[in-house]
């Protein structure tokens, strides 16, 4: 989508759950953009699959 704009570089943030699984989330802490809360790699990754990081989203794309 982004290359039918003009864009050639897309930007992303990987962590790491506590159990070494990588995932892709801007901030540190859950609370901003998830019903989580606390700072995601501190929690497991069946821990991080139980929160809800879209639900909010309308889909306006």
Do not use: C, P
């Amino acid at each position: 989508m982004g290359a039918r704009y003009g864009h050639t570089m897309i930007e992303f943030d990987a962590k790491l759950s506590k159990d070494g699984e990588i995932f892709l989330l801007h901030d540190d802490n859950l609370e901003r953009t998830s019903n989580g809360w606390g700072v995601a790699g501190e929690l497991n990754w069946q821990d991080l699959l139980r929160v809800d990081a879209g639900g909010w989203f309308s889909g306006r794309i």
